[in-house]
């Protein structure tokens, strides 16, 4: 009976050896191209180079090296088709029953000469003919291929080729779809593909009777380590992610934010990580209770003691002492989650924000904008000072995560009453300005989208505030603007809007 013929061709040559030398045993004539060649030659691996089998040497410096009918037709062949079987045997072809590939890794070198060619056709051909063809494209499979073989006599099943083949097409596609993404220079394609590769499954969706899954899109997704407590659920994943956002916000300070239904009910930067922590929770100590907390720096043991009096969901972090994890430990279903990646870096992904609806998907692009010096105005005859100004900066680092209609009242960089989801702008005021209480005086408010009134501001001026940063842009701008300037509060517009919806 005739040796039955892997091809390998791989970038990542990560056991590579080994695998060859398990296929040996099975009976399997290896044939090979280029580096992969020389490594199974090296390390005495019985192996035949490509040209030898096409009769024809490599070209353009490599480009062209499997793209010969002496290798396609030994992948493509029907072996249960006698006409197929002629054509073999009338062109002295061999079939190929294994392909070994894996590409070029362009989304890390992002150059035209790394785009994979040959590759990306042997894949695709071997998994098209997945009746009687194998074909691995991951260092991961390697394993349970020879597993396949063991259990069947060096065989395997045409169930097992055709998961393979699936494996391999959704390959291809994720690799094309991310070069057409790097290549194009619009924003938002004509027609977007989304290679979802799912990391996990959660337990439910929003509520119990969805069911959910964390996927993530062209690996840009940023790693996390659960280092304690249960597993995470869909809701606890969106407010870690609403809360890490918010933190992001401030790069070089000591920031926490405490998120509830994806809404923040404390935020405030601090001297340390415990002092930003107090001052955070000290904004609604109610709300917190089951809530999200994030930090933006290392949390310490101190902190530590300070959030086990409380029951949270999850504290989130780009890293832990190791005395703050063993010590937080001690409470089991506390969700302790590590960002493994620097802030900075955080805060600068780009991502798309997607919304489905029965009329339609809505897709835009999700980045994090600074504020504008050059639409950053005061537009008022009172003047901030420059306490007044980071107040501002701060409070409207922090509007832009809060659900529309957004309003937040805050001072010495510290949240004190946030207004959200109101169908109009002055709940939203009320709301915000009733929760700050006694301490709105001469504190600021951050407004997500202009004031269509007046009314804003005069209950703004009878809560005693100081200052207002919102986008303005309303056709009542000068109304607003005058009304300021008769309670003597400073207002700022900044050229830009923040809804969150």
């Known amino acids: 009976m ?14 590579i050896v080994e695998f060859a030398e398990k296929l040996i045993k099975f009976d399997y004539e290896i044939i090979s191209t280029g580096g992969t060649f020389k490594t199974l030659k090296e390390n005495n691996i019985p192996v035949i180079e490509v040209k030898d089998v096409t009769g024809f040497e490599e070209i353009l410096s490599g480009r062209v090296k499997t793209l010969h009918p002496n290798i396609f037709g030994g992948i493509l062949a ?4 006698n006409n197929d079987l002629l054509e073999l045997e009338k062109n002295n072809i061999a079939p190929i029953n294994l392909v070994v590939v894996n590409l070029y890794p362009f989304e890390q070198e992002k150059t035209i000469e790394t785009i994979d060619i040959g590759g990306v056709a042997l894949i695709r051909a071997a998994a098209k003919n997945y009746a009687f063809t194998n074909v691995l494209t991951s260092v991961n499979q390697y394993d349970k291929f020879i597993g396949i073989l063991n259990q069947n006599n060096g065989e395997t099943t045409e169930e097992y080729r055709k998961l393979l083949a699936i494996k391999a097409f959704k390959l291809t596609s994720k690799y094309d779809n991310l070069i057409a993404k790097i290549l194009n220079d619009n924003e938002l394609e004509e027609t977007l593909t989304l290679n979802l590769e ?44 609403s809360a890490f956002n918010l933190v992001s916000e401030f790069i070089g300070v000591y920031a926490c934010a405490i998120i509830k239904h994806a809404n923040p009910c404390g935020v405030a930067l601090g001297d340390d990580v415990a002092d930003a922590y107090q001052r955070a929770l000290d904004c609604d100590p109610i709300s917190a209770f089951g809530g999200i907390v994030a930090f933006n720096q290392k949390v310490d043991l101190k902190t530590a003691k300070m959030m086990k009096e409380i029951f949270l969901e999850v504290i989130i972090a780009p890293d832990f002492d190791k005395e703050a994890v063993d010590y937080l430990k001690q409470k089991k279903n506390l969700r302790l989650v590590r960002v493994n990646e620097d802030v900075l870096t955080y805060k600068n992904t780009p991502i798309i924000d997607i919304k489905n609806t029965k009329f339609g998907t809505l897709i835009q692009t999700k980045e994090n904008v600074e504020l504008n010096k050059d639409t950053f105005k005061v537009v008022t005859q009172a003047k901030p000072d420059e306490d007044m100004v980071e107040d501002m900066i701060f409070a409207w680092k922090v509007v832009k995560h809060v659900k529309s209609n957004a309003i937040v009242v805050a001072k010495n960089k510290k949240l004190l009453g946030v207004g959200m989801g109101q169908t109009s702008r002055i709940a939203s005021m009320e709301i915000a300005l009733n929760q700050a209480c006694d301490e709105s005086k001469d504190a600021v408010v951050a407004s997500d989208g202009f004031f269509p009134a007046i009314d804003n501001i005069q209950a703004a001026a ?21 009304e300021c300037d008769k309670y003597n509060i400073a207002m700022i517009t900044t050229g830009m809007r923040e809804f969150l919806h």
């Open 462 to 482: 009878q809560s005693r505030i100081a200052a207002i940063i919102q986008p303005g842009g309303s056709i009542k701008d000068n109304d607003v603007i005058a």
């Open 2 to 15: 005739a040796k039955k013929r892997a091809l390998i061709s791989v970038f990542d040559k990560t056991n």
């Open 78 to 81: 029907r072996l249960d088709n």
């Open 198 to 241: 799912k990391v996990q499954d959660l337990r439910y969706g929003e509520n119990p009777y969805q069911s959910a899954g964390l996927y993530k899109m062209d690996n840009n997704i940023t790693d996390f380590t659960l280092l304690n407590g249960k597993e995470l659920s869909f809701n606890n994943i969106a407010d870690m992610s």
